[in-house]
């Protein structure tokens, strides 16, 4: 960038919304010439806001590992935050709002903020990339244009391409309410999210039998035609006392070290949403929904994120879809893993309903089937965490 500006100064901003939750002035402006400007749902991400992300138990770093920061952030702040702003943030074509590189550059500096001072569980490196002194996560290289590639492994430290943050911090805490715009819903929200946290009621959802999906997933039952709208709702899955057997061995073969687990055996759960499909105002965003499995009737936000599998939204719907399939999968294998034998003898999925400005009112989502599988895939990576690498520097 600084070469086609021609200027060596040039720096590019991100937007820091753990300190300042409103989008920033400049994005907001409608002054025609105003090429910062884009017409957007809502301009507050506050309800995107977690700490999970920088809990003191997180040290992996990418997905396929149990309690990783790559997933985490990924489910919040990352996607809420496409969701909550809508318009083309809701879209796969969210770069053309000027606003998503602020957004990007903030979410990598989050990650480096994270990393610090030791690099945590992220896989090592040497600089430059080899085979012998670096894990085969950083192999490769990224290709963004015919001509214009990267190798992998100088990513892993933003000073190996050339650049630092302003503030290397990571947040604390979230911002104070009085940040948030005191004429939104914002304030309420956050208020009985601080509290108390009760499961939606359940809704009357025809039942879909249990089935084999593919030689090594099988459902073991689910419920189809959830319409999702302003209300949060539950989906009991009815599964057969075969297939909570068939669920309780599955979470007893995962806790096994990989060496120990007899090929072809399930591993592995996972809630699956399927034959998504967005509607009417739906598809601009300003809405999203947090996914939990068994959520107690009643419990308190921070204990809830155990039962948290991750977020659906128009953004995450419209990737699903990018890809062919309008389907998104959750790793469900270490929230199950933690409940106890009582805890499993039922199994409920629930869609909690986060409002932002503007958001659309009735129904927004439709899915088309809800379900729970086991697989044959292992639940996470298990291979040893030992850094081959020198230190994160």
């Given at each position: 960038m600084r070469l086609v500006s021609q200027d060596n100064t040039l720096s590019m901003p991100y937007w820091n919304y753990y300190k300042f939750p409103k989008m920033p002035v400049e994005f907001t402006d409608p002054t025609p010439g105003n090429p910062l400007y884009m017409p957007r749902t809502g301009t507050n991400v506050y309800n995107a806001l977690t700490m999970s992300p920088f809990a003191s138990g997180v040290w992996n770093f990418q997905h396929g590992t149990m309690n990783a920061f790559e997933p985490k952030i990924e489910s919040a702040p990352h996607n809420p935050v496409h969701n909550l702003i809508g318009g083309a943030m809701a879209t796969m074509t969210s770069p053309r709002d000027p606003i998503f590189f602020l957004h990007h550059a903030n979410i990598d500096r989050l990650w480096h903020a994270w990393a610090l001072p030791d690099g945590k569980g992220i896989p090592g490196t040497s600089n430059p990339y080899s085979a012998s002194t670096s894990s085969p996560y950083w192999a490769g290289n990224f290709t963004y244009a015919p001509g214009l590639t990267m190798p992998r492994y100088r990513t892993y430290y933003p000073g190996w391409l050339n650049f630092g943050y302003s503030d290397n911090t990571k947040p604390t805490?979230?911002?104070?309410?009085?940040?948030?715009?005191?004429?939104?819903?914002?304030?309420?929200?956050?208020?009985?999210?601080?509290?108390?946290?009760t499961r939606p009621g359940t809704g009357d959802f025809p039942a879909t039998a249990a089935r084999a999906v593919s030689a090594n997933q099988r459902s073991l039952g689910g419920v189809s035609g959830v319409v999702l709208a302003e209300t949060s709702v539950s989906a009991r899955l009815p599964l057969a006392a075969s297939s909570l057997q068939m669920l309780q061995d599955t979470i007893t073969v995962a806790a096994r070290p990989p060496p120990q687990i007899p090929s072809g055996n399930f591993q592995s759960v996972v809630v699956v949403l399927d034959k998504l499909l967005l509607l009417g105002a739906g598809a601009k965003g300003g809405y999203f929904y947090n996914v939990y499995i068994n959520l107690p009737f009643i419990t308190d936000a921070e204990r809830a994120r155990r039962y948290f599998l991750g977020t659906v939204g128009a953004f995450e719907v419209a990737g699903a879809a990018h890809h062919g399939l309008a389907k998104l999968e959750y790793q469900?294998?270490?929230?199950?893993?933690?409940?106890?034998?009582?805890?499993?003898?039922d199994v409920t999925v629930s869609l909690v309903r986060i409002s932002g400005e503007n958001h659309p009112r009735g129904a927004v989502l439709k899915l088309g089937d809800v379900r729970i599988e086991v697989s044959t895939v292992p639940p996470w990576d298990a291979s040893p965490r030992g850094r081959p690498g020198p230190c994160y520097c």
């Open positions: 805490a979230l911002p104070p309410l009085a940040r948030a715009n005191p004429d939104s819903p914002i304030k309420l929200v956050q208020a009985q999210a601080a509290s108390l946290l469900a294998t270490d929230v199950l893993s933690q409940l106890s034998a009582f805890e499993l003898q």
